[in-house]
């Protein structure tokens, strides 16, 4: 890439909108956090898409953070590597809609250690 291009490329990133721009920083630490749960746990790639019943490269392209996932697969993975991705809010404060804890938990464990990550093996 020369140095035009390079430039081209930062004025880009510039002018993403903010909100984009926080989804996009999300959806990036959730992979590390997720990745770093893996590694935690002592699985290779291969390993987490045999016990998701997924293709390797399915969870290569998951990991990289460009994924925008759906509530189920939340749910798998968390039951996977044994960490909670989503939360149901406690019924005294129900209502109606599901609470996704996903940027608190992020934001916690983000300075976190590998060994303060609670795993369950």
């Known amino acids: 890439m020369n140095t035009n291009e390079k430039r081209a490329s930062v004025r880009r990133l510039q002018n993403i ?28 790639q291969k390993d987490l898409a045999e016990a998701l019943g997924k293709h390797p490269s399915e969870i290569s392209k998951w990991l990289s953070g460009t994924h925008n996932f759906n509530m189920e697969t939340l749910w798998l993975l968390g039951d996977a590597l044994g960490v909670d991705l989503v939360t149901m809010s406690p019924p005294e404060r129900r209502t109606g809609k599901m609470v996704l804890l996903m940027n608190k938990t992020i934001d916690k464990h983000s300075e976190m250690t590998l060994s303060e990550c609670s795993i369950s093996n």
Request: aromatic share 8%; glycine share 4%; proline share 4%.
């Open 17 to 44: 909108d903010p909100q984009k721009r926080l989804a996009i920083s999300r959806r990036m630490q959730l992979a590390a956090y997720l990745d770093e749960c893996r590694v935690a746990k002592g699985w290779s």
